[in-house]
């Protein structure tokens, strides 16, 4: 179960960063 949690956990990391890239690229912050 932790593994599953885990991997979960990374999944939503790593897209949270390339939301935040992408975003950064489209609309870049000050």
């Not at 979960?8 to 000050?30: I, K």
Request: proline fraction near 7%.
């Amino acid at each position: 179960m932790f593994g599953k949690l885990y991997a979960n956990w990374m999944y939503r990391w790593e897209t949270a960063l390339t939301t935040r890239d992408e975003n950064r690229v489209v609309r870049p912050l000050p």
